[in-house]
């Protein structure tokens, strides 16, 4: 089978190398599934550079985390799947259900100690896959795995949204646009950034309520507080860091959460003045994607309300470096996919 690793010595784009490798059989609890398309997210942008500063020949396993396909072999013990089901793996593949742990969050898929989705067959244990939503194409469903899963835990669970809230979303990036759908179709006002008019229209256009361009309004939380009649949104989900923890503090509500996704304006830091979280008593917590259970979880929920994860481009297996250049340049909106296979 072809796939993909990453070699930084050889000086190729991202150190994306394309290699073939035998595809081996399923052991007796595990599954092998032939991959129709990858998702790209920020962190396999992260990973690249982090594999860029490795030194001497190493080679990384397997990239990417998010990628969707049809199972073609199971092993003997395998009871949850059969020949032909379409599904995803989960991001972390021991984290099945239940709070956080480090052994649960071991091995994430693509990351720089366990082989991710970038090739046309993956093996792995039964337990950490789940079934996709029948409406969802290939594409769309490699979307679930991080981005998914990220904005469902980020919204409703250490999010703890109430129907009729209120939320802002940063960017136009893949967890933000995902959870902008999310929130819509479960009925919250949605409020979202960008940098781009053109993106804040595409914006509108699937469903947000009041859009910001972060850009022309540099004192954007004023902005928030001023859609919200003063009173600020319940919760924001945090992916900016550096340039937009304090502004986001600004424009939660008294008793707001803010939940911590990531650092897309950089990741230096980004000093917090006890006070402003204190005097209106305002909630931060981290976020780390999710169980299986949350994605099964996300998965009901899209079936039940027939969202279809906005795609913006789709790249060819062989093209693959330019879908993490298109990623760099910043300029998709939602999700860039990677096709596998025909
Ligand atoms: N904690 C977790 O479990 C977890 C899971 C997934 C992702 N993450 C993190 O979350 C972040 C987002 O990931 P992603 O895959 O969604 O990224 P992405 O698709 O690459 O998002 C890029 C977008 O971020 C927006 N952005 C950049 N600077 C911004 C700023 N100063 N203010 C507001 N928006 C800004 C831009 O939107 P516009 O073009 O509209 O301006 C840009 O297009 C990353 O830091 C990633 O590592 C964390």
Known sequence: ?????????KQLPFGLERFEREARAPGPHEVLVRVRAVSLNYRDLMITRMAGSMTGKVATPIPCSDGAGDVIAVGANVTRFR?????????FPHWVD???????????????????????????????FYAVPAHLDYAEAATLPCAGVTAWNALFVEGRVKPGGTVLLLGTGGVSVWAMQLARAAGLKTLITSS???KLARARALGAH??????????????????????????????????TLNRS??????????????RVSGAGGAPVEPISLIVGNKHMTGVYVGSRAMAEDLCNFVTLTGIRPAVDRVFDFADAAQAYAYLESAAHFGKIIIRVGN
């Open 196 to 198: 781009s008019d053109e």
């Open 83 to 91: 020949p032909g089901d379409r599904v995803a793996a989960s991001f």
């Open 249 to 262: 503090i600004a424009s939660l509500r008294m008793g707001g959460r803010l939940t911590i996704v990531g």
């Open 1 to 9: 089978m072809q796939a993909y690793r990453i070699v930084p010595h």
């Open 210 to 243: 009041e859009t910001i361009n972060y850009r022309t309004t540099p004192e954007w939380q004023d902005e928030v507080l001023r859609l919200t009649h003063g009173q600020g949104v319940d919760m924001v989900v945090e992916v900016g860091g550096q340039d």
């Open 98 to 128: 239940g709070p956080v742990s480090a052994q649960r969050t071991a091995e994430a898929l693509g990351g720089l100690d366990a082989d991710g989705m970038l090739a046309e067959h993956v093996v792995l244990p039964e337990s950490a």
